[in-house]
Nanobody, 115 residues
Framework: QVQLVESGGGLVQAGGSLRLSCAAS????????MGWFRQAQGQKREWAAG???????AYSDSVKGRFTISRDNAKNTVYLQMNSLKPEDTAVYYC?????????WGQGTQVTVSS
């Protein structure tokens, strides 16, 4: 069982930045993929960014060029640096890790971008 604890959400003005963190129990070096989904109110949860065990990154078109995902295996942590935030980025952000065919989720952290 893997437990994930997210932090770093909050309220920011449009154009601002936030950095989300997700600390995982267990050894991150054993995780295959790590990443982030987000869910706006009344909307489906959508994938935002992911990073492989080897460090290959991928982004949805809606965040590409503005968000950067990274992982620190020594700290068992995945990060999401969010720049040039827009009101449409407002959502609950959930981190996930994949381990031996199972996906584990964090509890979510709220990000609100005011116009």
């Amino acid at each position: 069982q893997v437990q994930l604890v997210e932090s770093g959400g909050g309220l920011v003005q449009a154009g601002g930045s936030l950095r989300l963190s997700c600390a995982a129990s267990g050894s991150a070096s054993t995780f295959s993929a790590m990443g982030w989904f987000r869910q706006a109110q009344g909307q489906k949860r959508e994938w935002a960014a992911g990073i492989s065990k080897g460090g290959t990154t991928a982004y949805s078109d809606s965040v590409k060029g503005r968000f950067t995902i990274s992982r620190d295996n020594a700290k068992n942590t995945v990060y999401l640096q969010m720049n040039s935030l827009k009101p449409e980025d407002t959502a609950v952000y959930y981190c996930y890790v994949d381990l031996f065919g199972s996906r584990y989720w964090g509890q979510g952290t709220q990000v609100t971008v005011s116009s």
